[in-house]
């Protein structure tokens, strides 16, 4: 069994890669069992990520093994078990791996772009009710997620999001001269982790900076009710 330590975007994690042989040599197994013993030294926000079958020299990911085929046992040891339903055709050994990280960093929401910016056309200013944007994430354990806004005093006037779909709407009627605002869409995942991302709403052309927000606990989210 090898370790290693590795990051991804500066976040890090820990990946261990080991070798099964199968019962009997050169069959066509219908399924295989593995376990192997959690690292010593693994910090304590560490979970498993997932677990791959992975090619021999491991230089390539195979296949994904279900996480729901994985699962742990704490009998003086800590050990990972797995079982993989659809192995590879086995002539000498399957080689797996296991990603270990801190899963706030890995398996929170992911959006498409660190940034959105909603230019507001002089000419052609949206009125109430309308879409202004529509903000989408990404989970990559494929949970559902919802959406919340929030602004300052200002913005919150304007603006109110539908969580179940990411759409931004007008709730009241815009200025019609060089208005700035700053927001900040969350997603959030059905086990509770999220991600947020700023959204510019601002006259075409403008570069203004926007930076989101890191507190909410003062603020309330900017939610739109459809009529009924």
Known sequence: MNEMN??????????QMAAFRPTVANANVPSLYGSLEYPTD?????EVLRVDEIAVDGSARQRLISMDN?????????TLHFVDVYPSNAKNSLMYEVIYGN????LAPTFEFPLYRVPLVRQNRPHVGAVIAKISALSPTDSTITYALYADDEASKYFA???????????????HEGAFYCLTVAAKDEKGRN??????????????????????????????????
């Open 195 to 228: 991600s947020t991302i700023p959204v510019a709403v601002l006259s075409d052309g403008d570069k203004s900076e926007c930076n989101k927000i890191e507190d909410f606990s003062n603020l309330h989210s900017l939610v739109h009710i459809d009529a009924s």
């Open 6 to 15: 590795g990051s991804s975007d500066g976040k890090p994690f820990r990946r």
């Open 103 to 106: 899963p706030e960093h890995f």
């Open 70 to 78: 994985v699962w742990t046992s704490n009998n003086g040891k800590k």
């Open 161 to 175: 999001i539908r969580p179940h779909t990411g759409e931004i709407i007008v709730e009241s009627e815009l200025p």
């Open 42 to 46: 693994l910090p304590d926000v560490f």
